[in-house]
């Protein structure tokens, strides 16, 4: 399985854009790239996937550059709604036998 | 769709007892994995299944600890006894497939205490 690194925690004031950016050195040809999101007592929730360039959706944007070695989930404009856990997951789209395994995650907190 | 269900959604037991958390996947998803989520250790995945069958159960703590999914619909896990560390969140999720590009649907979790 391809390990991911990414930041602890990260602060930021309403209105603003995040960019929070996975390492993720060891993924394989057949890797995709998954965010979710945790809200506090709540379980985790699928936010954007992608393998490579850019993916867009109504929640956010995800960055993955050619070489796929690190990969940057972008949420423009948060609100304070927007504070939660954001975990960054690696995982084989072909072989099915790996499930997706998630990390610490990164603790946004969002500021008024 | 009811999305992932879990019951109960709060349990609190005292040492020794035994504990039945219960989970019902979303229909016509054909894996179901079982996590717990504590503040120091994270989100752990403790088993997983795929088409009722029991993948791999490594992230099971103890001998303690076990589940079972005897149909598509239903998947339970037991710890016998319980201890005061095993207290935490346990979600259940379910997807289409084992890992991408199904997205895995969580529930809303029990939330376990163990006096």
């Known amino acids: 399985l391809a390990k991911t690194t990414q930041p602890i925690s990260m602060d930021s004031y309403e209105g603003q854009e995040v960019n929070i950016t996975c390492s993720h050195n060891n993924i394989a040809t057949n890797d995709y790239i998954t965010w979710y999101q945790q809200f506090p007592s709540q379980g985790p929730r699928f936010i954007i996937q992608g393998y490579k360039t850019k993916v867009t959706n109504e929640v956010a944007s995800l960055f993955i550059p050619a070489d796929r070695k690190s990969s940057t989930l972008s949420l423009p404009r948060v609100s304070l709604s927007d504070t939660a856990v954001y975990y960054c997951l690696v995982g084989d789209a072909q072989s099915g036998n790996t499930p997706l395994v998630f990390g610490k995650g990164t603790r946004l907190s969002v500021i008024a | 769709d009811a999305g992932v269900i879990q019951s109960p959604r709060h349990e609190v037991t005292e040492m020794g007892q035994e504990v039945t958390l219960r989970c019902k996947p979303i229909s016509g998803h054909n894996s179901l994995f079982w996590y717990r989520q504590t503040m120091m250790r994270g989100l752990e995945l403790l088993i997983y299944?795929?088409?009722?069958?029991?993948?791999?159960d490594s992230g099971m703590p103890e001998d303690r600890f076990s589940a079972k999914m005897p149909n598509a619909s239903f998947s339970t896990l037991k710890i016998q006894p319980s201890e005061p560390r095993d207290s935490a969140v346990y979600f259940c999720?379910?997807?289409?497939?084992?890992?991408?590009?199904?997205?895995?649907?969580f529930g809303p979790g029990t939330r376990l205490t163990v006096l």
């Open positions: 299944f795929n088409n009722n069958v029991p993948i791999d």
């Open positions: 999720a379910s997807s289409f497939g084992l890992a991408t590009p199904g997205e895995q649907f």
